[in-house]
């Protein structure tokens, strides 16, 4: 092998410190390009070693610190103003990634070492086996970078996103914006290098705070340096030209629930709105542990089989059969119940083998759901999903969840991802995977505290998901603190700044000092790559994300502020039609009930109708003018004279 | 260049018919000098005096310094002739902002033995010098590894005296040299040469003067004088206290400074105590002899023991 570049060391190995074939010490001189990171290739007599600096030690030839002080004379500064420099060493500790040849497998030869070249980084990262040939399949996650050379490092997206393994989890502080820029990076760097030979791929982002997910599709503000950087990965510095947010409505019904609210943005902002048959199938989710039980779980299903969306007749309740749509007619169906009850009496505890206090606790669950989500949950049974079986390649969907209370958070997860799984299995999603990323997962899959559902959820994604193609992406500030099977199934882990007491669990014992201590530095735009091609984590470097990110984006796309009923109303059917005047919808909607304004509005932005003012006219039916009742003619009173009975 | 085995080569002399032997001689890590007294003449003052030299300065401009190593080890008998293969190296470092980089080294394999016993040997491989020894008196084990250690002293002196003309003729710094500068008639003329002598075995003053000489205070010198020296190569001495001896040695930080005529003067002596008082830091810690070494002298020893032992 030729070499341009002059060694920058040599590995020595003394008894105490010997050469072994996972581990080699080497000095440098004492200006060195060498760093805690950087990845170095040994070649001695046809044995080449590739490995990566985990720790460096520096000292002098001073025996003990009090010759220091002697030779000083007790003062500091005259300490550096010795006429000589003592003799100093530079050692570094590095770890083997590769040996060639690979077998017999030998202590690492006391060769020259010198600064790892872009081929020699390939192969020292195995990324020989999937970046080369007509089925490449690296994915661009960084640049590494050491001694003024600079090379791209790829994931192998068999194991990124399936099939051989899966599952991609950040850790690192918050404030630093690393885990969403890197997961908004890569999510861009999977869009463009994902390979047509291994099919189709979306992303589903769950924002869960702030606006930091709200810009995906607005571009951001490059610097020269990041557009070197994306050059040099083979990227292109573009947003997602295909994205779609999804928010619930605020209590209103009518103001979206989201930071997303700017007019100019509200072309693919939808509404989710779920109404009593999407709840009830997860309704599980909104019963916590003591109420899981087989006597409520048995009225559910009684619930989801024979009675919402169905026509259920019992004549003991009332003449007339139920037509159970929305969540106000269960309120119907189960006052009817408790009627019924009443009427019994003391008897009255069991109603079709459901007993009285199973019914009256799941009707407060449901209700409770409904109230404490309102907004995403309608009371009127017209849903607004996501576009199931219809995901575009490379799509990426958001769900805003940030403005929404913890338990409807957890349902629209539920939901959500057992929709993502439903559709993956029956292959008729649109795409063949999808990537859910989830921030906060300690919130979500915390590693301690209550089985809770979404949880189970994560854990099942999280081990069963790669076979579907159902990938999980997840972040979260202390990885700790999340449930050890989660984050133990993602097959790559990048790990951005982190806190020193989070580098001080047991987690992270298998990481040298130095390396910790320069994760509890790393600056922004920095990571630490774990990958199962990599024997040993990396350092790389990524450029800014080429979208808006939060705090600039509500900058330049301040929110709507929250508009009056009719305002907001007419907000939403110009999103449909531009031509619809705000006058023309307040003459409308003035004096309507506002519950059949909101039926009207859901029913047309569903049906997304051709002329939208004149389908929502339709919808909202005649208008019922007050009438003023006439007096009557009236039959007058039998004067008491008159009664032939003398009464 | 790889280590020489040699294990391989007594294996050969031992085909050859001689008696390998692997004890280490005595003596083998320096040079030998006997204890004696060289009465010297005072050039400054009357009688022996301590000169306070001031405050140390630091040595401006470029400094070198200069030393040499050697080592040996017995190969075999012929007869009772011991053959001793040794290595002497030199070496110069450079001083330049701070920093010490060699900048001459050179390194020599001998093998010292009787003319008879080398004959005996047969040819030797590249790149051993042979070394004979006399051969005025019959041959005696222990009076033939005596010479062996003076043939590598005078071996690794000639070395010293090789590199310190090489580096003249490349710089026109000041080169200090470890030991005497009376090895050679240009040294001892050099104006910008300066010999430190840890070595106390030769003394040049006796009975009171003597006494004086050796209580020298700290930070003081003493007066310049000119020793008494085998060759006609006339210098310039005088004694400089390093650090305090009192309660340790009264050669504890003891150093004997050789110059040119030239720079035999009270001034010349003083400016150079006060150069050579800033060398002491740093300390040439771990050596035992710390208190008399100077770092860059320590240095040179350093490099040229560490950087490859030619005989394995």
Known sequence: MSHPLPPVGRVVATELKPSTPHQFHFWTARDTPIGIGAIVRVEESGRVVYGVVTDGFAYSDLVTPMHAVISADGDPVAAGLEPSQRAEIRLFTAAVLRQTPEEPLQPVPLGAVWLASDADVVLALRMDAYTGGERATGIPVGLYAAGGLESPVYLDCDFLLGPEAAHLNITGVSGLATKTSAVEFLLGSIFQTFPRHKGSVAALCFNVKGPDLCFLDQPAGLTDEDRRQYARLGLRPEPFAEAHYYAPFKADGVNLNTLRTHESLARNTHPLVWGLREVLDYAEVVLNRDDVDAKADAFIDFLAERVVGREYQDDLLRGKPFQVQSFADLEEFFRAIFDFMEVLGKGGEVWKTHHLATIRKIRNRLSNISTRSKGLVTDDGAAHDLPWGAFADRSVHVVDVAGLDPLAQDLVFARIVSKLREHLERRDLGVDHVVVFVDELNKYAPAEGADTYVRKMLLDLSERGRYLGLVLFSAQQFRSQVQRRVVGN?????????????????????????????????????????????????????????????????????????????????????????????????????????????????????ERPDDVLAFFTACLGRRVNGEVVASRRTVPAVRRGDDGYGF | ?????????????????????????????????????????????????????????????????????????????????????????????????????????????????????????????????????????????????????????????????????????????????????????????????????????????????????????????????????????????WALRLWPWEGKDVFHGLVRIEVAPANGNPEMADRLSRWLLAERAPLSTPDHRWDRLLYGIHSVEAYLRADGRRLA
């Open chain 1, 490 to 606: 993602a097959g790559t882990a990048l790990f951005g700044r982190m806190d020193m007491d989070e580098l001080s669990t047991p987690a992270y014992g298998m990481l040298s000092p130095a390396t910790k201590i320069k994760l509890a530095t790393l600056p922004k735009g920095e990571l630490m790559v774990r990958h199962p091609h990599f024997t040993q984590p990396i350092f790389v470097r990524f450029p800014r994300p080429p979208v808006l990110g939060g705090r600039e984006g509500i900058e330049r796309f301040p929110p709507a502020v929250e508009l009056p009923f009719a305002d907001a109303v007419a907000r939403q059917l110009r999103g449909l039609d531009r031509h619809v005047s705000a006058d023309a919808v307040r003459a409308l909607i003035d004096g309507r009930r506002e519950d059949d304004v909101r039926r009207a509005l859901g029913v047309t932005r569903r």
């Open chain 2, 1 to 237: 260049m790889a280590p020489i085995k040699l294990a391989h080569l007594r294996r050969a002399l031992a085909l050859r018919g001689l008696t390998p032997a692997s004890a280490v001689p005595e003596a083998s890590g320096g040079r030998t000098e006997e204890a004696c007294l060289r009465p010297a003449r005072l050039v400054e003052d009357a009688a022996l005096a301590w000169h306070p030299v001031g405050t140390s300065e630091p040595w401006p401009g470029t400094l070198a310094f200069l030393d040499g190593v050697q080592r040996s080890e017995l190969l075999a008998y012929a007869g009772a002739a011991p053959i001793v293969a040794g290595e002497v190296a030199a070496a110069v470092r450079e001083r330049s902002n701070r920093n010490l980089v060699t900048v001459l080294e050179e390194r020599r394999l001998l093998v010292i033995a009787r003319p008879a016993a080398l004959a005996a040997a047969g040819a030797l491989p590249e790149p051993f010098r042979t070394v004979a020894l006399p051969t005025d008196e019959p041959p005696h084990p222990v009076r033939d590894l005596a010479n062996v250690a003076r043939a590598l002293d005078r071996a690794r002196g000639a070395l010293e005296l090789e590199l310190g003309e090489r580096y003249r003729r490349r710089s026109e710094g000041w080169l200090v040299v470890d030991g005497a500068l009376t090895e050679s008639p240009l040294w001892a003329a050099d104006p910008r040469m300066l010999g430190v002598s840890k070595s106390h075995a030769t003394l040049p003053f006796e009975g009171d003067d003597l006494d004086r000489y050796l209580r020298l205070p700290p930070g003081h010198r003493s007066s310049l004088y000119a020793p008494e020296t085998r060759s006609l190569t006339p210098v310039r001495e």
